[in-house]
């Protein structure tokens, strides 16, 4: 059983174009995320939501919108993609000490 | 605020060499220490953690120990292998800022034979 699956683990699309990103977690965790990971490996927090509340909103775009339907799940909707959204997007999940579970990525090539 | 910095890469080892990667932090409160491990075209793992000053994390024959003295938690490997290529990354969290994690920016390691 996969802890943290994330859809789609690629992702090709044209500049303008509107895309999701979803994310789920089977681990009962209360806090998920969103980083985002450029191509120096780089790795930078987007959104944390807590419970289904939103609780760290990082300096982005307001073209990025997380939804969190229910704890389980946190997904990610990119409006006018551009170029330099171009990036790995990582899901993950945590609870206090544990540490973080992370997905497997979704690469996004925006051409 | 809450920072992680580790040794700047790549770092490029034989095999059977010693490994050392050194993570200094500052942090706000009291903070839990993680390595994580990301192998090509995956996600991060995570490896060890150490939760309070003195404490030692070990995993898979990497070790850290949580140094409050110094701020450091410096990640060892006796006698890497192949397998052990990856990026490497230092992070901490506190749980005062909502479990957040700081991560600090990775550090390549190729292991040749």
């Known amino acids: 059983d996969t802890a943290v699956s994330q859809t789609p683990k690629y992702l090709v699309t044209q500049m303008g174009n509107d895309k999701s990103i979803k994310c789920e977690q089977n681990l009962g965790h209360d806090t998920m995320y969103w980083y985002k990971q450029d191509s120096k490996k780089f790795l930078k927090i987007m959104f944390s939501?807590?419970?289904?509340?939103?609780?760290i909103n990082e300096t982005v775009p307001n073209r990025f919108s997380p939804k969190s339907p229910d704890k389980a799940h946190l997904n990610l909707h990119i409006n006018s993609l551009e170029l330099g959204d171009s990036a790995v997007y990582f899901c993950a999940s945590s609870q206090p000490d544990l540490g973080a579970f992370f997905g497997q990525g979704t690469r996004l090539t925006v051409v | 605020g809450n920072s992680v910095t580790q040794m700047e890469g790549p770092v490029t080892l034989s095999e059977e060499a010693f490994l050392t990667i050194n993570c200094t932090y500052t942090?706000?409160?009291?903070?839990?220490l993680f390595w994580y491990v990301q192998y090509p075209g995956e996600g991060l793992q995570l490896l060890l953690k150490?939760?309070?000053?003195?404490d030692k994390g070990s995993n898979k024959g990497f070790e850290a120990t949580y140094r409050k003295e110094t701020t450091s938690f410096h990640l060892e490997k006796g006698s890497v292998q192949v397998s052990d290529s990856a990026v490497y990354f230092c992070a901490l969290t506190v749980n005062t800022n909502a479990g957040k994690s700081t991560f600090g920016d990775g550090t390549t390691l190729t292991v040749k034979p």
């Open positions: 939501y807590n419970n289904k509340e939103l609780i």
């Open positions: 150490a939760t309070k000053a003195d």
């Open positions: 942090a706000t409160g009291y903070p839990s």
